[in-house]
């Protein structure tokens, strides 16, 4: 089935949330979180090969109005990836101010549109889509193949301490297209001119879906990683074992600062 993904925002949304794009950098750097934008950096780059090189170039399923397709990629490519991803990574390590990394980023994508709004009042708004019916089932494919591999990893580790939380990976990799999907559906952005069905069918499929299918292959990136570098990206003294790591993880509990 054929899912069209729109946005329309005005010009003043883009150069807000690259604003708070380098505050969000710079606040990770601050508190030495050195490999979640690190990791935020890649995956930004990673999404704009995907979205203009495969989407555009290979599917031909982007259009735009109103705008250049490839730098309204490139900020949109960067924008989601670096956000959505060291947000993952800061929850996959259980840090211990997820609590205000995750109010911070919820609160800029609900506010992002509205500020926009009135400081972009009178532009000329751009109008951006893609359809999904040429690549959505080469997504369910990897989505399928990433936990079906984590599960039969699970089924074959008799140790439960060592075993992959396959329901914090799915909550994780939900909640974070979810909670965007929905603050831009909120804010006006997401699916502007269709009606309510095909603005509700990005919301449930999108967040099932796209940012989902990657979390089994982005959690063994994140074991893989972290056995041997902090946060900070200094070198770990003691390295542990791959399945070592896993307990290690599992162990851990998101705690206030000096609690």
Same mark, same amino acid.
């Given at each position: 089935m054929?899912?069209?993904?729109?946005?329309?925002?005005?010009?003043?949304?883009?150069?807000?949330?690259?604003?708070?794009l380098?505050?969000?950098?710079?606040?990770?750097?601050?508190?030495?979180?050195?490999?979640?934008? %690190?990791?935020?950096?890649?995956?930004?780059?990673?999404?704009?090969?995907?979205? +203009?090189?495969?989407?555009?170039?290979?599917?031909?399923?982007?259009?735009?109005?109103?705008g250049?397709?490839? !730098?309204?990629?490139?900020?949109?490519?960067?924008?989601?990836?670096?956000? #959505?991803?060291?947000?993952i990574?800061? /929850?996959?390590?259980?840090? &211990?101010?997820?609590?205000?990394w995750?109010?911070?980023?919820?609160? !800029? !994508?609900?506010?992002?549109?509205?500020?926009?709004?009135?400081?972009?009042?009178? @532009?000329?708004?751009?109008?951006? @889509?893609?359809?999904?019916g040429?690549?959505?089932?080469?997504? /369910?494919?990897?989505?399928?193949?990433? +936990?079906?591999?984590?599960?039969?990893? #699970?089924?074959?580790?008799?140790?439960?301490?060592? *075993?992959?939380?396959?329901?914090?990976?799915? $909550?994780?990799?939900?909640? $974070?297209?979810?909670?965007? &999907?929905?603050?831009?559906?909120?804010?006006?952005?997401?699916?502007?001119?269709?009606?309510?069905?095909?603005?509700?069918?990005? %919301?449930?499929?999108?967040?099932?879906? &796209?940012? #989902?299918?990657?979390?089994? +292959?982005?959690?063994?990136?994140?074991? $893989?990683?972290? *056995?041997?570098?902090?946060p900070? %990206?200094?070198? *770990?003294?003691?390295?542990?074992?791959?399945?070592?790591r896993?307990?290690? #993880?599992?162990?851990? *509990?998101?705690?206030?600062?000096?609690?």
């Amino acid at each position: 089935m054929e899912l069209i993904a729109r946005r329309q925002f005005v010009p003043a949304y883009i150069a807000l949330d690259t604003v708070f794009l380098l505050v969000l950098a710079g606040l990770l750097l601050w508190k030495k979180r050195r490999m979640a934008a %690190l990791v935020g950096g890649i995956m930004g780059a990673v999404y704009f090969i995907v979205d +203009y090189g495969v989407f555009h170039l290979i599917c031909h399923s982007r259009s735009i109005e109103g705008g250049s397709l490839f !730098w309204t990629l490139l900020w949109m490519s960067m924008s989601y990836g670096f956000t #959505n991803f060291a947000w993952i990574w800061l /929850a996959l390590d259980k840090d &211990e101010y997820l609590i205000e990394w995750s109010l911070l980023i919820l609160c !800029w !994508w609900f506010c992002c549109p509205m500020l926009a709004q009135l400081i972009g009042f009178g @532009q000329t708004p751009i109008v951006i @889509q893609r359809t999904t019916g040429a690549y959505h089932g080469w997504m /369910a494919a990897i989505l399928f193949v990433g +936990y079906l591999l984590a599960v039969v990893r #699970n089924l074959r580790e008799s140790d439960r301490k060592c *075993r992959i939380d396959l329901l914090r990976l799915l $909550a994780i990799g939900i909640a $974070a297209q979810f909670a965007w &999907e929905a603050a831009l559906l909120l804010g006006g952005i997401r699916s502007a001119g269709l009606d309510f069905a095909e603005k509700l069918r990005p %919301l449930i499929v999108n967040s099932l879906l &796209e940012t #989902n299918l990657g979390m089994p +292959y982005v959690y063994l990136i994140f074991v $893989a990683l972290t *056995r041997r570098f902090t946060p900070a %990206l200094a070198r *770990r003294e003691d390295v542990p074992s791959f399945r070592e790591r896993i307990a290690e #993880n599992n162990g851990k *509990r998101v705690r206030r600062p000096n609690a």
